[in-house]
């Protein structure tokens, strides 16, 4: 068995055809696609700055809302990692 061949069998094993991608996993897959075009299109755009500012303040709440939910995902209170409690990483 060639190596393409044992490489493509272990990412199907991880990739959900669209079929069976539902729930949130879609909804990942719909903003992580959501960001993407904004990375290209944020790259020639002319946009003002005051209009930048407001979606990068946006983003940084949701990054730091997704932060809180790893932590918690992982048993660690968010407090306690802001405070750089050691162990925490």
């Known amino acids: 068995m060639s190596d393409d061949t044992i490489l493509r069998r272990g990412l199907l094993r991880w ?6 991608a539902g729930g949130a996993r879609q909804e990942k897959r719909r903003l992580a696609a959501a ?14 700055e005051a209009e930048l500012a407001a979606a990068a303040d946006g983003l940084e709440r949701y990054a730091a809302l997704l932060a809180v939910r790893q932590l918690i995902r992982r048993n660690v209170h968010p407090i306690s990692a802001a405070a750089g409690l050691p162990g925490l990483a």
């Open 35 to 48: 960001m993407r075009v904004v990375i290209s299109r944020l790259v020639e755009t002319d946009a003002p």
């Open 15 to 20: 990739e959900a055809k669209p079929a069976e």
